[in-house]
């Protein structure tokens, strides 16, 4: 198979407290960006507008964490449910407040498309997307095509294909210091009844194979892969993962400089952690619904 995409683009959560989720992920850890507002297209022969959510970020080397919310409620009620298409957040939150978003992340995003209809895979097309950012001379557009797919398609997640036009103001080296010593999210974990079904249908959309071990699948892109369990098997492979609703995103694993030093900030912090194996896994109840992996990058 041809690999279009070899690394999750990033991933995240969705709150309805914008504030209380980046408090969480700051006793783990992580800094965060300033405030930023997405802007997407409402009218095909339309400049993006604001549609009043907004979102904070994590910034990795490779990818990042992304905590939504809808910061500008009036706003929000303007915009239909079909300008807002995959980034309409009342979907998700109807189901519960955690990890909903997945992202995979191409340099070729209309060749991934193309290839797509070929197959026959129903897309929701290549469109625009934008949203300011603090840089060294001052806020600048963030740009970026993203391809998302039917809800129907996928019930689990916000799940899409995403392409940076302009990484260099994602990834400033100024946003890549984490208390923790994250480097990367380089694997997130699905839940659902039918694990080969959603493993096959990542690895059609990536272009990479699923390969099983015992009761997890797994979709290998290279910079980060995933991993799909029925929730029989949950507990065991992931301890303190909670399965918000069934299928659902439950955990994702974030690599380390030091996993010695996260497990020390962690106890400093008083924030309860599991380790198992090479692996320390912070519970849901800390993670604002989502398990958290870390692991020696």
């Not at 997890?216 to 892969?225: E, H, I």
């Not at 369990?229 to 030091?258: E, I, M, Q, R």
Request: charged share 20%; glycine share 8%.
């Amino acid at each position: 198979m041809t690999a279009d995409a070899n690394v999750l683009h990033h991933v995240g959560l969705i709150g309805r407290d914008l504030d209380a989720v980046i408090g969480q992920y700051e006793d783990l850890g992580f800094s965060f960006t300033p405030l930023t507002v997405p802007q997407i297209k409402l009218r095909p022969d339309g400049e993006p507008e604001l549609i009043g959510a907004g979102n904070r970020t994590a910034v990795f080397t490779h990818n990042y964490l992304e905590v939504l919310a809808i910061v500008d409620p009036s706003r929000w009620a303007e915009v239909t449910p079909e300008q807002k298409g995959p980034y309409n957040l009342d979907r998700p939150l109807s189901r519960y407040e955690g990890l909903h978003v997945m992202h995979f992340g191409t340099d070729d995003i209309e060749s991934v498309h193309e290839r797509l209809v070929a197959e026959g895979v129903p897309t929701r097309g290549v469109h625009p997307y934008q949203r300011m950012v603090d840089t060294d001379e001052g806020p600048k557009p963030m740009r970026a095509l993203a391809m998302g797919f039917p809800p129907e398609a996928n019930p689990e997640a916000l799940v899409q294909m995403a392409q940076h036009l302009t990484p260099e103001r994602i990834f400033q080296e100024r946003y890549q210091h984490h208390a923790n010593g994250a480097v990367d999210v380089v694997e997130i974990t699905v839940c659902g009844d039918d694990p080969q079904r959603y493993a096959a249908l990542y690895a059609k959309y990536t272009g990479h194979d699923c390969t099983r071990a015992g009761d997890v699948w797994t979709v290998d892109l290279g910079l980060s892969r995933v991993r799909v369990v029925s929730p029989d098997a949950l507990p065991a492979l992931v301890p303190g993962a909670k399965l918000p609703a069934v299928p659902s995103l439950v955990n994702f694993t974030v690599a380390v400089t030091s996993l010695d030093t996260t497990r020390d900030l962690l106890a400093d912090r008083d924030v309860p952690f599991d380790v198992a194996g090479d692996i320390v896994v912070v519970p849901a109840s800390h993670g604002a619904g989502s398990a958290v992996s870390f692991t020696a990058a």
